[in-house]
């Protein structure tokens, strides 16, 4: 960093292809205040951020903090958001050059982050027929959080879940630099929805096997086999990827490495159909592509990601 | 631009050293809805944050934009605001790369811009005892412009002036190559309290001629003499910089060239001084250093542009 706060602009230094990307939590809209510290809001916006920046591959550099809050908000609540989201960049390495704090009638933080990817970068578009389909971690304990904390329960492994999302910077860049990777998405709308956004960038379908999607412990304890949260409920920020099958060769020294889950979910599939999910009784379950909100979970109102078209 | 709209990340390439800043408008705080038309309000974003880039002699080559808007705002007018940034931007040669919508109670445009300064760049910190002070275009009448609207008017010069703040970008850049400027910053929260951020910054005082500082036409037929509007009132997006004596041969022809006024209004002066105010009928108002609240206009609400320290 060349000049930080207290500038006009934050002038840094950055080697090109640079990556760059912005995310946003609202009050009232992706969490409620006093579901979680301020520190961990900090942290969670920081971690949502980085999450698109692993999802291409990237490592993270630089960030910019977005803090608007009402009048009356308590200042130590808000220097210990921006406490929690520079101790969360800091343990990535990441400075945080600038920003920039509002009042507001809600309470919310947003985050720029400026990364790079030197080994090149993924994009969505690059899944082919004939990959196999992957996912890292577990899917829906997050979900399971949100709508644990929604019903006034806090301190299980869920909401720990819902409010301190995994990093998966160094597994995604380890990744990118095995050659063999088609598309890769990070899940932040849920598994079917974020398929989806693969899929209809590299214009192939996928088939899903239901009996592979990893669960956590706790979601198993909670819901058996119910994987309807782990299709849908989002805010996983684990990775979906889509990869040669030579590549099942290096999963298990990934997982070991990474201490994080890698699983193969299923597999890329011609255009035409679309995504499919194979039951665990060995039906298939046809989804139209496009149609992640057939797969809403009843009462819980999604979060909003979505890139303007 | 190397991948834009729609994936995790944009990935953009741009040489070092880079600027970036990030501004935002809230409903509310900084505008009421009607205000302007959608598409004013995208084009004043682009125009905030692309003021900060000038502010140190940069011109902006990318740009993000977070969109937030209640779940009943018409999408028409969100699409109008995006073009309206859209359009700014590209005048600009800026290439709007990615960005996010969310779901918030309350409409909010903010933006990301990634710029440059290619033959170096201003910092607010390098003013030095002896410079003459300058400023860009005229003060006020933004400022009365916001009155106006607050009091119901809407279409008369003052207004047009706050819903469409003025480009310093290529005069920024032209007057960081003669080699002769001191600090700068843009004049967004009034003169006085930006000439206090900046004489902070360089631990210098100055002295501010108040006969000498611009006023528009239209500024002066409302209100004649009163200056303290152009003193305080904030929003006028001109540049405030201060420079070596020997600038002053160059004004008449940099005011030419991109027909705008360019004004010595006063000069950098030892640290003890403070900030003076010169009157008119040659009084010497003291201003306390860093008390810009003591300006503040009655009735007027200053929008917040604050860095985090």
């Known amino acids: 960093m060349l000049c930080g706060l207290g500038d006009d602009c934050a002038v840094v230094r950055l080697d090109s292809p640079i990556l760059v990307t912005t995310d946003v939590l609202v009050e009232g809209v992706h969490f409620r205040r006093g579901w979680g510290t301020p520190r961990q809001l900090g942290r969670k916006v920081f971690a949502v951020n980085a999450s698109d920046i692993a999802a291409m591959g990237g490592r993270p550099f630089y960030a910019l903090i977005d803090l608007r809050a009402p009048l009356k908000f308590p200042l130590r609540d808000l220097e210990n958001i ?11 390495g990441v400075v945080l050059v600038g ?7 809600q309470l919310s933080v947003a985050a720029t982050l400026l990364g790079r990817a030197r080994g090149g970068y993924v994009t969505r578009d690059q899944c082919r027929t004939g990959d196999d389909l992957y996912v890292t971690g577990s899917l829906g304990l ?3 959080g949100m709508l644990a904390l929604r019903a006034g329960r806090k301190a299980d492994a869920a909401v720990r879940r819902f409010l301190e999302p995994p990093s998966r910077v160094g597994l995604a860049q380890t990744l990118v630099r095995t050659g063999l990777l088609g598309g890769m ?9 974020d ?3 693969l899929c209809t960038a590299s214009r192939v379908g996928a088939v899903v096997e239901a009996a592979r999607i990893p669960l956590a412990q706790a979601y198993r304890q909670a819901r058996g086999r119910d994987i309807r949260l782990a299709l849908t409920g989002g805010e996983d920020y684990e990775l979906l990827f889509s990869a040669r099958p030579t590549f099942s060769r290096l999963v298990a020294r990934l997982s070991s490495t990474f201490r994080c889950p890698v699983t ?4 890329i599939a011609a255009p035409r159909q679309g995504i499919r999910l194979l039951a665990p009784d060995g039906r298939h379950l046809p989804l ?3 149609g992640h909100d057939h797969f809403r979970v009843g009462g819980r109102r999604r979060p909003t990601h979505k890139k303007p078209q």
């Not at 920003?99 to 009638?105: I, K, L, M, Q, V």
Request: charged share 20%; no cysteine.
């Open 142 to 144: 997050a979900a399971m």
């Open 99 to 105: 920003g920039n704090t509002s009042r507001a009638p």
């Open 82 to 92: 921006y406490r929690g989201f520079r101790g969360a960049a800091a343990r990535h």
């Open 195 to 197: 398929l989806d956004h």
């Open 288 to 290: 139209p592509v496009g």
């Open 185 to 193: 998405i990070d899940v932040s709308d849920g598994l079917l929805s």
């Open 264 to 267: 193969r979910i299923g597999r």
